[in-house]
């Protein structure tokens, strides 16, 4: 099994994007974007120069994929205004009406309404399971985004397993902190294992403290309960420069247990660039 993250924050961009090549190739959240304002400022050049690049790279490798998913409507996880990118395509999708709040629901009406009949086809993946060749894809049931009764709704996980190894893709659910969440990535036991961490720079101001304890007792929870060797800790956590010193109980168990948390730049071998978190930084020196 062949896994790229093709954008993330810590590549400099809002995203989660996941390329999987087994004897089929699927592209998870084919989406990336920018976040608004940070320290009162809008994205700096550089993050505008690095989405365009993920961008790019998202459509280059959409257009290979077979298998396109979709875990939720949020702008960072999807692109909703480039039908053709899902044209010919099987789209595996959260349900668009079930599960699903207010605002995640208009976006899924909208979106299915552009793409139209352009996809080979279109399955509503909640908690079902499919085969592709010798590829087996299951799906979660919605769980919430973050702390449960989240007011940004719900998304869909992800396994994928080739008969020899086993990627589970937790999509937005920042912990997690549902313990449904915990429960089944621990029964999918998956080697590979792609986290969304949680929003620490909010900790102490819209983040209780008690819910980042409860995030630190979940991922020790499934590295000591799953065979996962490699961790990609990613998306929300890394938003915060200081997100490893918060988190240091998680790098810790994981080392005595000869296990590797990594964020995706790191899994790639390459520098973090943590643009949105450097933005006043990158204002005052470029």
Known sequence: MKIL?????????RSM???????????IDPGTALGPRRYGLPPHRLELEALDKSLEKIRKFAKKSDIL????YHYDHYIPDEPEIYKKKVLLIKHPTENINLSQRKRAKDFL????????????ADGKAFKFGNTSIKFSP??????????????????????????????????PLDENAVKWIIEE???????????TIFMGWKMKTSILDDSIKSEINILKNTKVKTVILEHHVVRDLKYK?????????????????????????????YLEARRKELYENF
Do not use: C, R
């Open 5 to 13: 993250p093709l954008a993330s924050d810590s590549l400099g961009v």
């Open 17 to 27: 994007a996941t390329f999987v090549e087994t004897d089929v190739k699927i592209l």
């Open 69 to 72: 998913i979709i875990t939720h």
């Open 113 to 124: 309404e552009l793409i139209d009949d352009l996809p080979k086809s279109i399955k509503y």
């Open 142 to 175: 919605a769980v919430w985004h973050g702390p449960v009764g989240s007011k940004v709704g719900k998304v869909i996980m992800v396994s994928i397993t080739d008969g020899k190894e086993k990627l589970v893709y937790g999509s937005d659910a920042q912990g």
């Open 189 to 199: 036991n998956p080697d590979v294992l792609i986290l969304d961490g949680p929003p």
């Open 245 to 273: 010193e918060k988190m240091k109980k998680v790098f810790e168990v994981a080392e005595s247990l000869g296990k590797k948390v990594v964020n995706a730049a790191e899994f790639l071998g390459v520098e973090p660039t």
